[in-house]
C-alpha cells in the first residue's frame, strides 16, 4: 500500500481535481495525508468532500508552516505505508501511473526510489513530456549528478519513494526555491533507483509565479538556499557538484532580473554564474548575457549600484 502526501495552501481551487485524478488507483493507496497549511479559503472542505464522494481515504492535518517544505515533512511524519508518494495540490496524476511506478518496484526489488516521466504543462497548456534519463544504481554518482543538473530533473508526483528509505530525511524550510531539489539529492545519495519512461502525472508550471520567487529579496533567499545546499557535503556529494548547483541557480536569477530591467543585481549573480564550473550550454549562455548585459547598459543612463557581494 501507498501513502500519498498533499502540502495545500488556498488550494479550494484545485484540490478537487488533483483527488479525482487519484481515484483509479484507490485499490492500491492506504491513506491520503493532505496538510493543510494555514488556508483561509475552504481547502480543507472541499477537499473532505471530494474524498467522500470519491471513496478515497483522506486524512486532514492541520498546519501552519507557511513553507511548502514544512508542510510536507508534517506528513512525512505521519505515513503508515511502505511507500510514500508526494504529490502537489495543483498537479494531477495520471491513470495507472502509481501502479507502473509500484510495478517496477516489484520488478526490480532492490530499488526503493522508482522515477517517472511526467507531462509538463505551463499556463494550463501542455508543452514537452520530461523522461528522466541517466539513473542507474549508483547511487552518490546519480545524487552529484542530479545536483548538477547532468541528469533529469524529477517533478514532486513523479516519484515513489520507500518509507525506510526516507527514514528521517526530510525537506529543508525556510526556502523559496529548490527545497525538493535537496530532499531527492540526499534521497538518491543512498538509494537504489529505477525509472519509468511513461508519464505519471502532470505538473502545473507559472512562469510568472516560479520567477517571482527569484525576484524578491534574491541575495538573502540566495543566500539561505546555498547554506542548505552545503549541508549536502555530509552525504558525500563533492563539493564541485555543488557549486556547479550554485552557478545554474545564479543564472536563474540574473535571467529573471534582466528580464525586469534590474541590471545591478543581473550583473552580481552573473559573476557568481561564471564563477561556478558549468556546461558548455551554460557557459554559453552566461556569456551571451553578460554581452546582453553590457550592450543593455551602454544604452542606458548610468544607476546607483547596489552595494555588498555574494
Same mark, same amino acid.
Given at each position: 500500500?501507498? *501513502?500519498?502526501?498533499?502540502?495545500?495552501?488556498?488550494?479550494?481551487?484545485?484540490?478537487?481535481?488533483?483527488?479525482?485524478?487519484?481515484?483509479?488507483?484507490?485499490?492500491?493507496?492506504?491513506?491520503?495525508?493532505? $496538510?493543510?497549511?494555514?488556508?483561509?479559503?475552504?481547502?480543507?472542505? $472541499?477537499?473532505?468532500?471530494?474524498?467522500?464522494?470519491? *471513496?478515497?481515504?483522506?486524512?486532514?492535518?492541520?498546519?501552519?508552516?507557511?513553507?511548502?517544505?514544512?508542510?510536507?515533512?508534517?506528513?512525512?511524519?505521519?505515513?503508515?505505508?511502505?511507500?510514500?508518494?508526494?504529490?502537489?495540490?495543483?498537479?494531477?496524476?495520471?491513470?495507472?501511473?502509481?501502479?507502473?511506478?509500484?510495478?517496477?518496484?516489484?520488478?526490480?526489488?532492490?530499488?526503493?526510489?522508482?522515477?517517472?516521466?511526467?507531462?509538463?504543462?505551463?499556463?494550463?497548456?501542455?508543452?514537452?513530456?520530461?523522461?528522466?534519463?541517466?539513473?542507474?544504481?549508483?547511487?552518490?554518482?546519480?545524487?552529484?549528478?542530479?545536483?548538477?543538473?547532468?541528469?533529469?530533473?524529477?517533478?514532486?508526483? *513523479?516519484?515513489?519513494?520507500?518509507?525506510?528509505?526516507?527514514?528521517?530525511? !526530510?525537506?529543508?524550510?525556510?526556502?523559496?526555491?529548490?527545497?525538493?531539489?535537496?530532499?531527492?539529492?540526499?534521497?538518491?545519495?543512498?538509494?537504489?533507483?529505477?525509472?519509468?519512461?511513461?508519464?505519471?502525472?502532470?505538473?502545473?508550471?507559472?512562469?510568472?509565479?516560479?520567477?517571482?520567487?527569484?525576484?524578491?529579496?534574491?541575495?538573502? !533567499?540566495?543566500?539561505?538556499?546555498?547554506?542548505?545546499?552545503?549541508?549536502?557535503?555530509?552525504?558525500?556529494?563533492?563539493?564541485?557538484?555543488?557549486?556547479?548547483?550554485?552557478?545554474?541557480?545564479?543564472?536563474?536569477?540574473?535571467?529573471?532580473?534582466?528580464?525586469?530591467?534590474?541590471?545591478?543585481?543581473?550583473?552580481?549573480?552573473?559573476?557568481?554564474?561564471?564563477?561556478?564550473?558549468?556546461? !558548455?550550454?551554460?557557459?554559453?549562455?552566461?556569456?551571451?548575457?553578460?554581452?546582453?548585459?553590457?550592450? !543593455?547598459?551602454?544604452?542606458?543612463?548610468? *544607476?546607483?549600484?547596489?552595494?555588498?557581494?555574494?
Amino acid at each position: 500500500m501507498i *501513502s500519498v502526501v498533499i502540502p495545500a495552501h488556498n488550494a479550494a481551487a484545485t484540490i478537487g481535481a488533483t483527488l479525482a485524478s487519484l481515484r483509479s488507483e484507490a485499490e492500491i493507496i492506504g491513506e491520503i495525508l493532505l $496538510v493543510d497549511d494555514a488556508s483561509t479559503d475552504d481547502t480543507a472542505a $472541499v477537499a473532505r468532500q471530494f474524498a467522500a464522494e470519491l *471513496s478515497l481515504p483522506l486524512h486532514v492535518l492541520p498546519a501552519s508552516c507557511r513553507d511548502a517544505g514544512g508542510t510536507r515533512n508534517v506528513a512525512l511524519a505521519e505515513v503508515l505505508h511502505p511507500w510514500v508518494y508526494l504529490i502537489d495540490a495543483d498537479d494531477l496524476h495520471l491513470r495507472g501511473g502509481l501502479r507502473s511506478l509500484l510495478r517496477k518496484a516489484q520488478e526490480q526489488p532492490e530499488a526503493d526510489m522508482i522515477v517517472g516521466a511526467y507531462r509538463r504543462r505551463v499556463n494550463g497548456q501542455d508543452r514537452q513530456i520530461k523522461v528522466p534519463n541517466g539513473y542507474q544504481a549508483a547511487c552518490l554518482a546519480n545524487a552529484a549528478a542530479y545536483v548538477k543538473g547532468d541528469i533529469r530533473s524529477v517533478a514532486v508526483g *513523479s516519484v515513489l519513494a520507500s518509507r525506510a528509505l526516507i527514514g528521517e530525511t !526530510r525537506f529543508p524550510v525556510g526556502l523559496a526555491y529548490d527545497e525538493d531539489t535537496l530532499f531527492w539529492a540526499r534521497l538518491m545519495s543512498k538509494a537504489s533507483l529505477a525509472m519509468v519512461s511513461q508519464p505519471v502525472m502532470v505538473y502545473e508550471v507559472s512562469p510568472v509565479r516560479s520567477d517571482d520567487r527569484f525576484a524578491i529579496n534574491p541575495v538573502r !533567499r540566495f543566500l539561505d538556499w546555498r547554506r542548505q545546499l552545503r549541508t549536502l557535503t555530509d552525504c558525500s556529494i563533492p563539493m564541485s557538484a555543488l557549486k556547479a548547483r550554485e552557478g545554474l541557480v545564479a543564472l536563474k536569477i540574473a535571467r529573471v532580473h534582466y528580464a525586469r530591467g534590474d541590471l545591478d543585481t543581473t550583473a552580481r549573480f552573473l559573476a557568481v554564474a561564471a564563477a561556478a564550473p558549468k556546461r !558548455r550550454s551554460e557557459a554559453w549562455r552566461c556569456l551571451r548575457y553578460r554581452f546582453k548585459l553590457a550592450a !543593455r547598459r551602454r544604452l542606458s543612463p548610468p *544607476s546607483i549600484q547596489l552595494q555588498g557581494a555574494l
